[in-house]
């Protein structure tokens, strides 16, 4: 106990960061956390309008802009009911009583999104589009892949402005550990931060070169398998790190891991399944013309 106190006193504290969880309009407050999606959201449609200008883009501008608003609708819609049904299922039936009644599953404000439900969501977006347009789905995917690592960089920054999703119980040998006042007095990983690291800015550095300075996609399937492989990866490393919802830690001790590792595991099968399979399929052509507008 001493032992903890003294580590308490010397560990970070959150609060003192000066930290909002949004900006106060004084009839509304605009939250960082939907600041971040849409941040992320506008970037990646941005830069996917500039990669369809380059040479073996498998869409047009016109499929762009339907991606950009059916994927957003995947992220929120995917990200919410994934959450509820992997981590917290009393969402689906639960109302919380005030002025009026609302059903907890559309109370958004409240935090609780899933990375795999919304990786659900989007594909089923991509999918939807490319049926719809008769593109190819996993040379569509290629190309989203590469814009993903945007928003999972701003979201998890959201994350740690809210002071929320905290890490484990770090030891001392942590300096950078810190205390979260929703938590408890014990100094924690910042968590967040490291899926910050990589899940967004290792994603975006990789990713990003992989399509502007190598002929990647002209290999079908290679930049969602290499991208599927890292942002798991990166998720299934940052769990170790990461602290169990409060209704899933008897599962996680009961099997040895979190249910994000579970859900990530065939996640990095599948990506290293892209990979060779894309490295034994025959490249495009680089005479490959855009799709007309």
């Not at 990375?115 to 594909?123: D, K, N, R, S």
């Not at 190819?136 to 989203?144: E, G, P, Q």
């Amino acid at each position: 106990m001493l032992e903890l106190m003294a580590a308490a006193g010397s560990a970070l504290r959150w609060e003192d960061l000066g930290l909002r969880p949004g900006i106060d309009l004084g009839f509304f407050t605009l939250r960082y956390y939907s600041l971040a999606y849409l941040a992320g959201i506008l970037l990646a449609y941005w830069h996917l309008t500039k990669m369809i200008k380059v040479p073996g883009a498998p869409l047009a501008q016109r499929h762009a802009d339907d991606l950009f608003f059916y994927c957003t609708l995947g992220v929120i819609l995917g990200g919410r009911l994934g959450y509820a049904a992997f981590y917290e299922p009393a969402l689906f039936t639960h109302f919380t009583a005030g002025e009026t009644v609302s059903w907890d599953l559309l109370r958004l404000w409240d935090g609780g999104m899933s990375f795999h439900g919304g990786l659900i969501g989007v594909t089923a977006a991509i999918a939807w589009v490319s049926w719809q347009g008769q593109l190819s789905f996993i040379r569509v995917c290629d190309y989203i892949s590469v814009n993903v690592g945007f928003g999972m960089l701003f979201g998890r920054i959201a994350n740690f402005i809210n002071g929320e999703l905290w890490g484990r119980v770090a030891g001392p040998d942590v300096p950078w550990a810190m205390i979260f006042p929703t938590a408890d007095m014990q100094p924690r990983h910042p968590s967040q931060l490291y899926e910050a690291l990589l899940e967004g800015a290792l994603v975006i550095a990789v990713m990003l070169p992989l399509f502007w300075r190598t002929r990647a996609r002209y290999r079908t399937g290679l930049m969602v398998g290499v991208f599927t492989v890292l942002i798991a990866s990166g998720r299934f490393i940052v769990e170790f790190f990461r602290q169990p919802d409060a209704q899933l830690t008897a599962f996680a001790a009961r099997t040895g891991l979190s249910m994000g590792q579970w859900l990530t595991l065939p996640l990095i099968l599948a990506g290293l399944a892209l990979i060779v399979w894309a490295l034994n399929r025959p490249e495009l052509g680089s005479e490959r013309k855009p799709a007309a507008a």
